[in-house]
């Protein structure tokens, strides 16, 4: 914000009255002051009320701003945590996809299942969010396209598979779903 200088005109005036008065030889003149110095005076005071109320304004939308953006800073702090440690569940989802080749019954499958349920319960707690892709229309904004494949039961711009799920943190994407979409019968 611009600051304007006050400079009162009118000092000098005043520290130049008191020695006129005490001066004989310097006759006051007794001149009223005229309409056109009273309008010039409450014009003044009209911008520097004008720009009082402006400076108030600006400083309460800057303090809403900064507790919007510090709520939102708050809000949103844990997503590049968050980003990382999915890529660690999508690897444990791997370990547990080849437990799962040992058998269900395995302990190794059972203890991996329970792990892989915790982990999804932490995120999910810290508003993470999977995004089940397949079976959905093809959305660019929660979709990344890796490829295309005909298909004769879906029709076209339908996800077939989701090849890496995807996750919004309460309403942001915070990683697209890679996915194969349907080109349609052939």
């Given at each position: 914000m611009k600051k304007i200088p006050v400079t009162e005109p009118d000092e000098e005036k005043r520290d130049s009255a008191p020695k006129a008065a005490n001066d004989a030889s310097v006759p006051s003149t007794g001149v009223a002051p005229t309409e056109d110095d009273c309008e010039g005076l409450q014009a003044d005071l009209d911008r520097f009320r004008d720009l009082a109320l402006r400076s108030q304004a600006d400083f309460e939308n800057y303090k809403k701003r900064s507790a919007r953006e510090k709520e939102e800073a708050i809000k949103y702090a844990n997503s590049s945590l968050l980003e990382k440690l999915i890529a660690i569940v999508d690897n444990f989802e791997l370990g547990l996809g080849a437990a799962r080749a040992e058998g269900e019954k395995s302990p190794v499958f059972s203890g991996m299942s329970m792990v892989l349920k915790q982990l999804m319960d932490f995120l999910a707690d810290s508003g993470l969010q999977p995004i089940d892709a397949t079976?959905?229309?093809?959305?660019?904004?929660?979709?990344?396209?890796?490829?295309?494949?005909?298909?004769?039961?879906?029709?076209?711009?339908?996800v077939i598979r989701q090849t890496r799920r995807g996750y919004r943190m309460r309403d942001r994407l915070l990683r697209p779903s890679s996915v194969v979409v349907s080109s349609g019968p052939v």
């Amino acid at each position: 914000m611009k600051k304007i200088p006050v400079t009162e005109p009118d000092e000098e005036k005043r520290d130049s009255a008191p020695k006129a008065a005490n001066d004989a030889s310097v006759p006051s003149t007794g001149v009223a002051p005229t309409e056109d110095d009273c309008e010039g005076l409450q014009a003044d005071l009209d911008r520097f009320r004008d720009l009082a109320l402006r400076s108030q304004a600006d400083f309460e939308n800057y303090k809403k701003r900064s507790a919007r953006e510090k709520e939102e800073a708050i809000k949103y702090a844990n997503s590049s945590l968050l980003e990382k440690l999915i890529a660690i569940v999508d690897n444990f989802e791997l370990g547990l996809g080849a437990a799962r080749a040992e058998g269900e019954k395995s302990p190794v499958f059972s203890g991996m299942s329970m792990v892989l349920k915790q982990l999804m319960d932490f995120l999910a707690d810290s508003g993470l969010q999977p995004i089940d892709a397949t079976g959905q229309k093809f959305d660019p904004n929660l979709h990344e396209a890796i490829a295309r494949e005909p298909s004769e039961k879906l029709p076209e711009g339908i996800v077939i598979r989701q090849t890496r799920r995807g996750y919004r943190m309460r309403d942001r994407l915070l990683r697209p779903s890679s996915v194969v979409v349907s080109s349609g019968p052939v």
